[in-house]
């Protein structure tokens, strides 16, 4: 067992665990925050993506050792961002959600790619959320959700 | 004096009369509020004024919230809306008040048609459509009538909008502040109900109510219950169905702090597993990995895909039990060789995969227990647990999570999700433990949409038209075995293996289906449209082969192949030609459009593709789908369940899209080897039309599915010259 002090959405956190503790069961289970989810356990699926220092970070894979202290943004707290918010609001106006499941992951990998990439084309698009699986495939409106967010951010 | 006024005295009676007269009106629904307090507590809780009778279902709040029951698991269907957007409607409640809560298990939450608590054969809205109406509606009438007797004028010169009742001169009250009065009204034991012209939210696209929680972190799935002293529970399950261990290693696995206990219990296929208990998900699932276990695997069977397939081959070649037999069974042999088609498709084993791996909390506390968890099939889930736990299903208060899809998977006859998580929490009584299955052992664990083998044999008329047809299906049958098998198997087929064949829209004079139901060693489960996955995919796309072979348009032949009676697929046929022709008729170089149609669980569907190949892949440019659901409840729900659901459908496309078994074992465990679409691999666009109607409705949920694959093979097969029979498509 080692302690880590953590920055998670600005504030700062302390952890116990072992050392190979993914960050996504750190955050799920220690710092009970759950909205970052877990599906598949191999960064093959998305939904437990978090920004680590800006970067969308499949969070199942990154041992909780590795993060030193490069500041976290998870779900619950990108709403505080501008570009969060938008994305966010886009979510819900387009109605883009059905089970839900996957759509921290899908919002977090959209909110990186448009800091990078305000105004995506499609192949942007395709190729920053092409980790990201949403089984009941509601990939038609998240395409219209993100082009809608990218109009709110000019 | 009115019928609304005159028993008011009346019901300031005993608790007894007032239970008896909630009870008529709206099923038992005091009972089931008040499901996990002794009955002593259940008489004392109810000697103030209740603050509405249906409460069982609705709750209206002082501060004007209008809290909406709803009897079925939301696992991204939409229910969680437009079952209270029904009842509002009738209700006239102000829709940005109402709060909807998903139900826990109760008698009075049963499905009204089959009679258990469940969401399947995509009934919810089709089952509860009328149901949530007369909700709505005599809570209505109550508030009118307290608010007529408050007032002192007959109820019929009071109207309500938007949460309030107004009456004559000028008067009006909050529903908010006639609730406690209304309460005390008798529950009407008809009421008229709204014409189509006077609802406010049926029929209007109306946003998801729980769009914003899912999407800011804060909405909480089963997976992210957290309670206190709580454990988590991982389990060891056999490497094939119905094994179990020689001998448990667990020395170094105990050896990890934060285990708290490792334990054999039994599967429901007989065999035995082995579960570890510890504080954490990570503990668990590192105490897990360092299990060692000698299975002994003798004497259970070893399902092996590639010899199924022989042997199912080699089944479909011998006529099985009648399911359909309709005109000469002899038609056939009058046809030349040159006039027939003969066809054998090929089907994989389909895990479902919902986003949220399965799981299960439970807290058995003796004599009673509470439990957690994401059910399609609360009732079913409820009497396992009761079982295991030898209680009765009242002394399990059942909450109904969220649910991160489920397709199915979450709708098991034998429970057994619920059956392990209840035998951990009975060995740890007192403590609430949640059961979590990893990907891995969801992808692996069975429960699978079963593989099949049809073989179809058509002899085709001078017109082009088929006249004689013969076709023998070869599977698993979902329901041997189970509590739904005397209903659904009749006459040794199972409806659900041969559903969208035997019960084919097409007009064909000699038409012979059959069925094969092998037993095999691999648990097997309703996928998203269930029978028809494989039964739509085998009918259109012989159908377009037979409108090819004819030269014929491929919509045309379908319209002159329908019966006269096939309304709703004439409907949406036509509509999607309408929609469909600004694209279709100017198609780039290299693209073909696909078609195909097909009705489910009283939806008919009929879409067109726009496809292309890239990178040896098949490249969705555009759906047009238009959608015969009769009246349409919420339209944005519709569009948004077909423009997803036919994505879920090209699962069956996906390269990686089966599960395979060598030699007993399942060769995929996680979306590497089986892999779900993609954005990618999804339609770039989809238009979804419905067509308008006032017929009462028909299910949204699974129609999407059985349309999509058919109809892009549909497509390849111009641009290639190539059938495709076999998926999942390997090679385009």
């Known amino acids: 067992m080692e302690t880590y002090k953590l920055t998670v959405n600005g504030q700062p956190k302390e952890v116990t665990v072992d050392p190979g503790t993914p960050l996504l069961w750190v955050l799920r289970e220690d710092l009970k925050m759950t909205g970052t989810k877990y599906g598949c356990g191999i960064a093959a699926c998305g939904a437990c993506t978090v920004h680590v220092a800006g970067v969308a970070t499949r969070s199942c894979v990154v041992p909780v050792s590795l993060i030193g202290d490069r500041p976290i943004v998870t779900i619950e707290g990108i709403g505080q961002d501008p570009v969060g918010r938008a994305v966010q609001d886009a979510w819900v106006s387009e109605d883009v959600v059905q089970c839900g499941y996957c759509q921290s992951g899908q919002i977090m990998s959209v909110v990186a790619l448009l800091k990078r990439t305000p105004k995506p084309t499609d192949t942007n698009i395709e190729q920053s959320m092409g980790g990201n699986i949403c089984r009941c495939g509601t990939y038609v409106r998240i395409r219209e959700a993100i082009k809608a967010a990218s109009q709110q951010l000019k | ?732």
């Not at chain 2, 454990?231 to 119905?242: Q, T």
């Not at chain 2, 080699?314 to 042999?333: Q, S």
């Not at chain 2, 609360?378 to 299903?393: F, H, N, R, S, Y």
């Open chain 2, 1 to 732: 004096m009115t019928a609304a006024t005159n028993s008011a005295n009346d019901l300031l009676l005993s608790r007894r009369s007032f239970l008896r007269v909630s009870a008529t009106a709206a099923g038992g629904l005091i009972v089931s509020l008040y499901l996990d307090l002794p009955l002593a507590a259940q008489e004392a809780s109810q000697a103030k004024p209740k603050v509405y009778p249906p409460d069982a279902f609705v709750h209206i709040k002082p501060d004007g919230k209008i809290v909406i029951q709803v009897n079925r698991l939301e696992f991204g269907q939409g229910v969680h809306t437009a079952l209270p957007m029904i009842l509002a409607d009738e209700l006239d409640a102000d829709w940005s008040q109402v709060v909807s809560e998903l139900a826990p298990a109760a008698d009075v939450f049963k499905d009204p048609l089959y009679g258990i608590q469940m969401v399947g054969g995509s009934g919810s809205i089709a089952h509860s459509f009328q149901q949530y109406r007369e909700l709505g509606a005599k809570t209505r009438a109550m508030l009118v009538a307290a608010a007529a007797e408050q007032w002192n004028v007959p109820s019929n010169q009071c109207r309500t909008e938007a949460s309030v009742v107004r009456g004559p001169g000028g008067r009006s009250a909050k529903y908010a502040n006639l609730a406690v009065a209304a309460a005390h009204m008798p529950v009407p034991e008809t009421v008229p109900l709204k014409k189509a012209a006077e609802f406010r939210l049926v029929g209007k696209k109306i946003r998801r109510l729980d769009s914003r929680p899912k999407c800011d972190g804060s909405l909480k799935f089963g997976l992210d219950l957290d309670l206190p002293r709580m454990k988590v529970a991982l389990v060891a399950h056999p490497p094939i169905f119905g094994a179990s261990p020689r001998s448990v290693d667990d020395t170094a696995a105990r050896s990890i702090p934060g285990v708290a206990d490792i334990f054999e219990i039994p599967t429901v296929s007989k065999g035995t597993a082995v579960a570890v208990v510890a504080d954490k998900f990570w503990t668990a699932k590192q105490a897990r990995d360092r299990l060692r276990i000698d299975w002994d695997l003798s004497g259970v069977e070893r399902a092996d895909s590639s010899q199924l397939r022989e042997k199912y081959k080699a089944l479909a070649g011998t006529p099985g039990n009648v399911a359909v037999a309709r005109g000469d069974e002899k038609a056939l042999d009058g046809i030349a060789a040159t006039n027939r088609i003969v066809a054998e498709y090929e089907f994989p084993y389909l895990a479902h995969s919902p986003m949220e791996p399965l799981n299960t909390t439970v807290r058995f506390d003796g004599n009673r227990a509470e439990v957690w968890a994401g059910s399609q099939f609360q009732t079913v889930d409820q009497m396992a647990i009761a079982e295991v736990l030898g209680l009765k299903p009242d002394q399990i208060t059942f909450h109904t999570e969220m649910a991160g899809g489920g397709f199915g998977r979450r709708a098991t006859p034998d429970s057994h999700v619920q059956r392990e998580a209840a035998a951990i929490a009975k060995r740890l009584t007192g403590t609430p433990v949640k059961l979590v299955w990893t990907r891995e052992d969801d992808v692996q664990g069975g429960y699978y949409r079963p593989m099949h083998v049809h073989r179809v044999e058509i002899g085709i008329g001078a017109d082009g038209m088929p006249v004689a047809w013969h076709h023998v299906i070869v599977g698993q049958s979902i329901v041997a075995g189970t509590p739904f098998a005397s209903f659904i198997i009749k006459n040794g087929v199972d409806e659900t293996a041969v559903e969208g064949t035997a019960d084919t829209h097409y007009d064909i004079p000699n038409f012979h289906v059959s069925a094969h139901h092998p037993t095999v060693n691999v648990p097997v489960l309703w996928w998203r449209s269930v029978g028809h996955t494989h039964n739509a995919f085998v009918m259109e796309t012989l159908i377009d082969e037979l409108a090819t072979r004819a030269k014929m348009d491929p919509i045309a032949y379908r319209r002159k192949l329908l019966k006269p009676d096939a309304k709703k697929l004439r409907a949406a046929l036509d509509l999607m030609e309408e929609k469909s022709a600004v694209w279709r008729t100017k198609l780039p170089k290299g693209h073909a459009v696909g078609f195909s149609c097909h009705e489910s669980f009283g939806t008919g569907v009929a879409c067109a593709v726009d496809v292309s190949i890239e990178n040896e892949r098949p490249k969705i440019h555009r759906v047009t789908v238009a959608v015969d659901p009769g009246l349409a409840v919420n339209p944005l729900t519709i569009e948004s369940q077909f423009q997803a659901g036919v994505c879920f459908g090209i699962s069956q496309l996906m390269a990686k899209g089966a599960i395979t078994l060598k030699d007993g074992y399942v060769e995929q465990s996680n979306f590497d080897a089986y892999t779900p679409p993609y954005i990618i691999d999804a339609p770039a666009a989809v238009d979804v039309h419905i067509v308008p109607s006032t017929e009462k409705p028909s299910g949204c949920g699974e129609p999407p599915v059985p349309v999509i694959s058919p109809a892009v093979v549909n497509a390849l097969s111009q641009l290639t010259g190539k059938r495709y029979r076999t998926l999942p498509l390997v090679t385009v």
